[in-house]
């Protein structure tokens, strides 16, 4: 085997998985799918999916990786050689080609709204003008398409030159700044007029507006924002170390990712009520609500700028961890260079990206299922793939995977949460699969209450 790199410390470790679930899961998707669901009910599930289905399968994730250090691929056949398992492999592939294609395109948007920032372009705007140009940045395809290409090529920067020193170091720095800022943005909420309003959205449920395809959404979002069922905390459980405690890796991480989507929460509904912004404006809520807040704060220049600075770098951070899922399978089990598997990686993204942007311009032919095809990937990774990798591993995990090797990764060698491993057992075989498949089959109409 050859010789893999690992993460340096504990703390680089919790930094970069962390790296990876915050990101514009919390701040970009997290509010426009809980106003596009209704607010406060799906909020508890959402909480729910994740404390319940999440850290398990999280757990997971990392034994499989740890135990096998290899790839999303290479782990299953490591793990069950002659069988049909590496599907969950190939699987969670198709899935990173599919988030990345427009998760690029809303990086893309971050930094066009950081240099929109640097020269103060939303200055003296009103709410309705801030809408329409963003619609007019949106609609031009051509403009997006240039964002995003950089920002990819930036990741791929990235990944070429390993993730270990580039990304865990900066994760440590810059994570705490970013919730430092949000913070403050949380602070400004409690003085605007739709502070009441906002949070009677965000914590006053109403369960009639509950039903299957609610609890679905939840659920994807628990998986998107943690960034599971597709194989990248399995590639980053490989680079953990085999002492470590991932129990409170896990533990840490999945409440960090939490509350930063909740005060994203904060800080952006108060203001939709104040600016009479919709809660369902879709994709595009954080965009066209945040250039008003910053407008009506002191200091907003500088806290526009420095946010969207953080919102680029937590962007950054994620689409690393998704595009070393496919750099780490180009590299080990295709046996291409590193080098060679960024540049390769990039130029397929790039082409996915684009399409996106394009689908998007008013007049374009490019739909499916009555979606464009940003929207068609969006709903199609976090409600269909990833749930289905998810259930596919947790029931690898709690029926196919020796037991003895699961406790082994759980406890760290028989080192922490002894004790737990008998309830995360219980999760991981009937729990979550169970969970996930009535959820799933539910939604699809498989199922009827
Ligand atoms: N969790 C990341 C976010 O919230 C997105 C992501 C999804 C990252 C899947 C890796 C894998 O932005």
């Known amino acids: 085997m050859q010789n893999r790199s690992s993460f340096g410390s504990k703390f680089g470790a919790i930094a970069a998985t962390a790296g990876s679930a915050i990101g514009l899961g ?19 599930i959402y909480l729910i999916c994740t404390i319940l289905i999440g850290i398990p399968l999280l757990l997971t994730e990392f034994s499989i990786g740890r135990y096998t250090k290899r790839n999303v691929f290479g782990a299953f056949r490591v793990l069950k050689p002659h069988s049909h398992w590496y599907f969950i492999g190939i699987l969670g592939i198709a899935t990173a080609f599919v988030i990345l294609s427009f998760y690029c395109v809303v990086a893309g948007w971050t930094m066009s709204f950081l240099a929109e920032s640097v020269v103060n372009n939303f200055a003296g705007k009103s709410s309705l003008e801030i809408q329409d140009s963003f619609g007019k940045f949106v609609d031009s395809g051509w403009q997006p398409i240039i964002w995003t290409i950089i920002f990819i090529a930036m990741t791929a920067y990235i990944i070429i030159s390993g993730v270990e020193k580039g990304i865990e170091r900066y994760n440590k720095i810059l994570m705490p700044v970013l919730f430092l800022i949000l913070l403050i943005l949380v602070g400004n909420s409690v003085f605007l007029p739709g502070f009441k309003d906002g949070i009677n959205f965000l914590f006053k449920p109403d369960f009639s507006k509950i039903d299957g395809s609610v609890i679905l959404e939840a659920l994807g979002q628990a998986f998107f924002s943690m960034s599971l069922g597709m194989g990248t905390m399995i590639t980053y459980g490989s680079y953990i170390r085999n002492n470590d405690n991932m129990l409170s890796t896990a533990g840490s991480v999945a409440l960090t990712d939490i509350l930063i989507a909740l005060l994203a929460g904060v800080a952006i509904f108060p203001a939709v009520f104040s600016f009479g912004i919709s809660p369902t404006s879709g994709p595009e809520l954080v965009f066209i609500t945040l250039p008003n807040i910053f407008l009506q704060m002191p200091g907003g220049y ?43 990686i990039a130029v397929i993204i790039m082409a996915m990206s684009s399409l996106c942007c394009i689908s998007q ?33 947790t029931v690898f995990a709690g029926w196919f995977m020796s037991k003895a090797k699961l406790r082994n990764e759980f406890t760290s060698g028989g080192l922490y949460g002894v004790k737990l491993f008998p309830v995360f057992i219980f999760i991981v075989k009937f729990v979550a699969p169970v969970m996930i498949a009535v959820i799933f089959l539910s939604k699809i109409g498989l199922l009827r209450f």
Do not use: H, Q
């Open 26 to 44: 919390n701040i970009w998707r997290f509010p426009y799918i809980t106003g596009e669901n209704g607010g406060a009910a799906f909020i508890i």
């Open 302 to 344: 500088f806290l526009s700028l420095l946010f969207f600075l953080l919102l680029l770098i937590a962007a950054v951070t994620s689409a690393v961890s998704i595009m070393e899922v496919l750099a780490a399978y180009c590299t080990e089990e295709l046996k291409i260079s590193r080098r060679k598997s960024g540049i390769l």
């Open 361 to 393: 311009m008013p007049d374009s032919a490019i739909r499916i299922a009555g979606m464009n095809l940003f929207d068609l990937f969006d709903t199609l990774s976090a409600n269909y793939m990833m749930i289905i990798g998810a259930f596919l591993t």
